[in-house]
């Protein structure tokens, strides 16, 4: 059974949220609890995130599938922050803008669906902000 972009990023956010109680449990009850249910809480915390970094690769990588041609969207994205690089004021902005290109390469040349989508995401705050 096929699931959609939004039903993985549903998944991926509550294994995240259980993951948080989790780890709030442990802060909370730091030096109350015993070790050996310290390190099991911290198994525990570590399959929940795992399992929502796992969900939301799927959710980015259908999302990226669903994408009519991906590799113009990102173009497009390349080419919105180089002309605004272009606009920017300050050596900040422009330092910020070519980080955010050099994020969404490593992100290209690694394939990781989560390095591209956050870097577009990163690039498309700079350019609207």
Known sequence: M???????????????????????YQRDNCGKISHEEYESLNKSFNTLVTVSAKATTEAVGLAIDAMA??????????DNAKDQIKKAETI????????????????????????????ITNLNALITG
Do not use: H, Q, Y
């Open 2 to 24: 096929a699931i959609t972009p939004d039903e993985a990023r549903t998944i991926a956010n509550a294994f995240l949220d259980a993951a948080k109680v989790v780890d709030k």
């Open 92 to 119: 900040g902005m422009v330092i910020r803008f070519v980080a955010g290109l050099a994020d969404l390469g490593a992100g290209i040349m690694a394939k990781d669906p989560n390095a591209i989508v956050t870097s």
């Open 69 to 78: 041609d991906p590799l113009t969207e990102i173009k497009n994205v390349i």
